[in-house]
Nanobody, 124 residues
Framework: QVQLVESGGGLVQAGGSLRLSCAASGRTFSGKAMGWFRQAPGKERDFVAAIIGAGGSTVYADSVKGRFTISRDNAKQTVSLQMNSLKPEDTAIYYC?????????????????WGQGTQVTVSS
């Protein structure tokens, strides 16, 4: 079983930065690809970014490419999302997710474990 706990959300002005963190419990963290998704009010949960089990290989949604960076520290069992140049349309609840596979997917149903989410609000 894997438990995920996100932190780092908050309120920021447009153009600002936030760093989200996700702490994972359980075994074989390095064997699991990790992802970040987000859900705005009234919308579906969308893929944001993902990173392969060993780190180094990443995938991003087009809407965040060049602004967001996903990283992981397998020794500390954490995954982070550095968000720069934030826009009001980035406002959402951000969820950390883990899958039992080493490899990345952008599909929501490819992830087996989810955190409770952290709110990010970007004011204009």
């Amino acid at each position: 079983q894997v438990q995920l706990v996100e932190s780092g959300g908050g309120l920021v002005q447009a153009g600002g930065s936030l760093r989200l963190s996700c702490a994972a419990s359980g075994r074989t963290f390095s064997g699991k690809a990790m992802g970040w998704f987000r859900q705005a009010p009234g919308k579906e949960r969308d893929f944001v970014a993902a990173i392969i089990g060993a780190g180094g290989s990443t995938v991003y949604a087009d809407s965040v490419k060049g602004r967001f960076t996903i990283s992981r520290d397998n020794a500390k069992q954490t995954v982070s999302l550095q968000m720069n140049s934030l826009k009001p349309e980035d406002t959402a609840i951000y969820y950390c997710a883990a899958r039992t596979s080493y490899y990345i997917t952008t599909q929501l149903n490819g992830y087996n474990y989810w955190g409770q989410g952290t709110q990010v609000t970007v004011s204009s």
